[in-house]
């Protein structure tokens, strides 16, 4: 009898002891079927966090300055419509697509005794041709863009590009 005290005690421990686990168990599943997981892409993660900031930006606003939110909206300009800005790409673009036509012109013409001339030869049809090229797809460019600083800024790269090209040769 004395024996089946202590293996007694010791069961009801060991019962106790899984009771606690199970608790343990139950708390922790608790926690795992209320966490949720949400994915965002890059565009909505950006936009979260560019809310995110302003919302902090404007309470740092409030907290020192005590002052109103202030809303920034950028403007929006369409040259699209307009009909100066569509003659000012067309008198841009137009030159492209010449350089282009003169490009192919020249190089259909005298390809056979410019290609027997070598290989610097060769190379510089190639570099000739590859310019014939940008040339046009800059005319395309230009004529889709919307924005005038941005078509300016194309044709300013394109005349120091040959500018670059004529101080070379020279």
Same mark, same amino acid.
């Given at each position: 009898?004395?024996?089946?005290?202590?293996?007694?005690?010791r069961?009801?421990?060991?019962?106790? +002891?899984?009771?606690?686990?199970l &608790?343990?168990?139950?708390?922790? =599943?608790?926690v795992?079927?209320q966490q949720?997981?949400? +994915?965002?892409d890059d565009?909505?993660?950006?936009?979260?966090l560019d809310?995110? !900031?302003?919302r902090?930006?404007w309470?740092?606003n409030?907290i =020192?300055?005590e !002052?109103p939110?202030t809303?920034?909206?950028?403007?929006?300009q *369409?040259?699209?419509n307009n009909?100066f800005?569509?003659?000012i790409?067309?008198?841009?673009?137009?030159?492209?697509f010449?350089?282009t036509i003169a490009?192919?012109?020249?190089?259909? *013409?005298s390809i056979?005794d410019?290609? +027997?001339a070598g290989?610097? !030869?060769?190379?510089?049809i190639?570099?000739?041709?590859?310019?014939?090229f940008?040339?046009f797809?800059l005319g395309?460019?230009i004529?889709k863009?919307?924005? +005038? *600083?941005y &078509?300016?800024?194309l044709?300013?790269?394109?005349?120091a590009?040959?500018?670059l090209?004529?101080s070379?040769?020279?």
């Open positions: 009898m004395k024996c089946e005290a202590p293996k007694r005690k069961k009801v421990e060991e019962i106790q +002891r899984l009771k606690r686990e &608790i343990v168990q139950k708390k922790k =599943v608790a795992l079927e949720k997981t949400v +994915r965002l565009e909505q993660m950006q936009s979260f809310e995110l !900031t302003g902090i930006e309470s740092t409030r =020192v300055d !002052t939110k809303t920034v909206l950028p403007t929006q *369409n040259y699209s009909g800005s569509w003659f790409k067309c008198i841009i673009a137009v030159p492209f010449l350089v490009v192919i012109y020249v190089l259909v *013409n056979g410019l290609w +027997r290989w610097a !030869t060769r190379i510089a190639f570099i000739f041709a590859l310019a014939g940008d040339s797809f395309v460019e004529i863009e919307k924005d +005038r *600083n &078509i300016l800024s044709f300013s790269a394109l005349v590009l040959v500018a090209i004529v070379i040769v020279k």
